[in-house]
């Protein structure tokens, strides 16, 4: 099959289950699985990657699930494609962080394909929806040659690219717990342009009330674009946790959160640049959910 001009030859291959598709994939290390595709085959037609088989795994059982209740939280199946996530009433209603950041990736048109755990999986350190899901505390559900296991995302990410998935394995949903009571978030994304393009610098804030901290919040910080893996900053929530929260700690977060980070120059922005933009960003990230926080 020649799909395109510019795609390398491939099989198409749609497995009907999850033990299928886990030993399809192991046993042919050629073989890649796909959702939306809109990572997969820009890296086919530009020739970085080119595996001899994509295997489809959308219509696996669950795969479309997108639900939620009061005691588990929510549960989006790895096919569930971002502008449902945008659209669904829990979403909006409980995680609206998770919304936000889903509609800051690319194009309407774009987001009827991509997911986020294609996000996920793609494991760029530019992610846009990466940042709320470690925020939100996500855990994926992943299926491999061994059966089903869970893993937290805050432990998933390697390198650029690079992920704890092993041959055979799928992700095949992202669970995330019941957001704290009265939290608020924030993502702000610096892109050469408005629509479609990749983060120069990415600022997820996220906070909520805990009576536990000397300060009576937690202000949790992740970054996006500068580093060679999405950055959770824990200097950031221990700075705040530990209190008094005054204007100052805003200032000094986004120092923290400048020197925490190791961008590098490249075609979108300077790593000085990136710099500059991770302390503004973080600042105004971090006061817009502290003001949400106090109103
Ligand atoms: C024009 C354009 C604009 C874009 N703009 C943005 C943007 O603004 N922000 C942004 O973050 N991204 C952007 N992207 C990148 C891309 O759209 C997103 O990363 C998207 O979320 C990928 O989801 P997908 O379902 O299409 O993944 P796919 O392309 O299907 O897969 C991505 C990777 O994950 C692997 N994979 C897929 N499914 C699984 C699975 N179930 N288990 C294990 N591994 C799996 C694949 O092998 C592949 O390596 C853009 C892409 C394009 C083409």
Request: charged share 20%; hydrophobic share 40%.
């Amino acid at each position: 099959m020649n799909a395109h001009p510019t795609l390398p030859e491939f099989d198409y291959v749609r497995p009907t289950s999850f033990v299928e598709a886990s030993e399809y994939l192991a046993g042919n290390l050629d073989a890649r699985p796909f959702l939306g595709g809109t990572d997969l085959f820009v890296r086919l037609r530009d020739g970085s990657l080119t595996p001899g088989y994509l295997v489809d795994v959308k219509r696996l059982d669950g795969m479309d699930e997108l639900c939620f209740d009061l005691q588990s939280g929510l549960t989006i199946g790895a096919a569930t494609n971002m502008n449902r996530v945008i659209a669904s009433a829990d979403v909006q209603n409980h995680y609206p962080l998770l919304a936000e950041a889903c509609r800051t990736v690319a194009s309407y048109q774009l987001r009827t394909r991509a997911t986020i755990a294609g996000n996920i999986c793609n494991a760029s350190p530019a992610g846009d929806t990466i940042g709320a899901c470690l925020l939100l505390g996500a855990r994926l559900s992943i299926h491999g040659v061994q059966g089903m296991r869970q893993e937290p995302l805050n432990q998933f990410f390697l390198g650029p690219g690079k992920t704890t998935l092993k041959t055979g394995d799928i992700v095949t949903a992202i669970h995330f717990p019941i957001p704290p009571v009265g939290s608020a978030g924030r993502y702000i994304k610096l892109g050469r342009t408005r629509l479609g393009d990749l983060s120069i610098v990415g600022v997820t804030a996220f906070g909520y009330p805990d009576a536990s901290l000397s300060s009576g919040y937690r202000l949790r910080l992740a970054l996006a674009s500068v580093a060679p893996v999405p950055l959770l900053l824990s200097q950031v929530e221990n700075l705040f946790a530990n209190g008094p929260i005054k204007p100052d700690s805003f200032q000094e977060a986004g120092r923290l959160a400048a020197e925490s980070c190791s961008p590098i120059d490249d075609v979108r922005g300077s790593a000085r640049y990136r710099k500059e933009m991770v302390r503004n960003l973080s600042i105004k990230a971090l006061t817009d959910v502290w003001e949400k926080l106090s109103t």
